[in-house]
C-alpha cells in the first residue's frame, strides 16, 4: 500500500480511482479479511459493516471512501501519526521536566560541599 492517497478522492470515474479501489482491497483481503470479508470504509457503512470484496468494491466505486480515510488503521496499517503523537508527549514532558527543575539542577551544578562557586 502506497502513501499517497489522493486518489481515493478523485471522481469515481476516473481510472486512477478504480485502480485505487483495486490496490486497496488486495492489501485489505490480503491482511485483515475475516471470513472473506472486511469492514468497508464506504461513507455510509464507515468501517462499521463487514462485506465480501464484491460488495465492498461496488460499494467503493459507486460512492467512494469515507472522509480523511488516509492511513488505513482497519485495513492492516498501523498509524504513523499515533506514533508521532506519542514522540510528542515524550518530548513536551522532558521539556516539562526540565523547565520545572533547571534551577534546582543549576543550584546544585554550582554547589560543591555546600559552597557555591561562583
Known amino acids: 500500500m502506497g502513501n499517497v492517497r489522493d486518489w481515493m478522492y478523485l471522481p469515481k470515474r476516473l481510472p486512477e ?3 485505487g479501489v483495486i490496490e486497496f482491497l488486495n492489501a485489505s483481503f490480503g491482511k485483515v479479511a475475516k471470513e472473506s470479508q472486511i469492514c468497508c470504509p464506504y461513507k455510509r ?5 463487514w462485506h465480501r470484496r464484491d460488495d465492498a468494491f461496488d460499494h ?5 471512501f469515507v472522509e480523511d480515510y488516509y492511513v488505513w ?3 492492516g496499517e498501523t498509524s504513523l501519526q499515533t506514533r508521532h503523537n506519542r514522540d510528542d508527549m515524550h518530548d ?3 521539556k516539562l521536566m526540565h ?7 543549576e543550584e546544585a551544578s554550582t554547589k560543591i560541599g ?5
Request: charged share 30%; aromatic share 16%; glycine share 10%.
Open 17 to 19: 480511482f478504480e485502480d
Open 45 to 49: 457503512c464507515m468501517k462499521r459493516y
Open 60 to 64: 467503493l466505486k459507486g460512492h467512494g
Open 73 to 75: 488503521v482497519f485495513h
Open 92 to 94: 513536551n514532558f522532558d
Open 99 to 105: 523547565d520545572r527543575f533547571r534551577e534546582t539542577i
Open 114 to 118: 555546600g559552597v557555591t562557586v561562583p
